[in-house]
Structure formats: C-alpha cells, structure tokens
C-alpha cells in the first residue's frame, strides 16, 4: 500500500475518531454549554484543516518527487535509445562498406571470366581454322 493510501486511511480514520469523540461528549451527562461546544468544534475543525494542508503538502512533496524520478528515467532510457541507435548505425556502416568491398571482388572476377571466355573463343577459332 503506498504512503497516498495510507495518509488518506489516517485522515479518515482521524475524522471518524474526532466525530466519534464528539458524540461521546455530546451524549455524556456533563451539560456543556453552548459556547464550549462551539470551541471544541472550532478546535475540531482547526485540526481537520491543518491535517488537510499537511496532506496537501506531502501529496505536492509527493508528486514533485515522482515526477523527478520520471524524468530521470526518461533521459535514461532516451540516452540508451540514442547509443543503440548510433551502434546500430556504425554496424550498417560497417556491413555496406564490407558489401562494397566483396562486389568490387565479384566485379574482377566477372570482368576476369569475360576477358578469359574471350580468350577462349579466339583460341577454338584458332584451333578450328584449318588452313
């Protein structure tokens, strides 16, 4: 259960204690007058309010804090991004660099194939002339 949660169960359990407090005095045999009832209900909702900004307070504390952790993890997770991205680049890089090396091979080889099956023709036709 987070501290939200508790704090919220805390101030109602407070606010039901206070009003339970109340019917108590309210119901005892002493006869207050009317002026102290009125203090304590003043006091009451004195406290009421001070535990509400309290609330308020570590609920704002709270969020800023969260926020910040957010924050921190998102720059975390872009710079992590970033560098995978950047490795990924370097490696297509490298791949296309290596790909133009080996057609640069295949290009020889070809051109090779072509000046020996040239060689090939002139020497059959030189083989098959018979004069």
Not at 9 to 19: C, E, M, P, Q
């Amino acid at each position: 259960m987070g501290t939200i949660e508790i704090l919220l169960i805390t101030l109602i359990l407070l606010i039901v204690f206070g009003g339970f407090l109340l019917f108590l005095q309210l119901r005892s045999p002493k006869k207050g007058s009317v002026s102290e009832l009125t203090g304590r209900l003043q006091t009451m909702a004195e406290t009421q309010l001070n535990l509400q900004t309290t609330l308020s307070d570590q609920l704002q504390k709270q969020e800023r804090e969260l926020s910040k952790k957010l924050e921190e993890r998102l720059a975390d997770v872009s710079h992590k991004v970033g560098e995978s991205l950047n490795s990924n680049v370097q490696q297509t890089q490298k791949n296309l660099t290596e790909l133009k090396e080996r057609l640069a091979v295949i290009d020889t080889a070809q051109k090779n194939i072509t000046d020996l099956s040239t060689q090939m023709v002139s020497l059959q036709d030189i083989l098959s002339n018979k004069q």
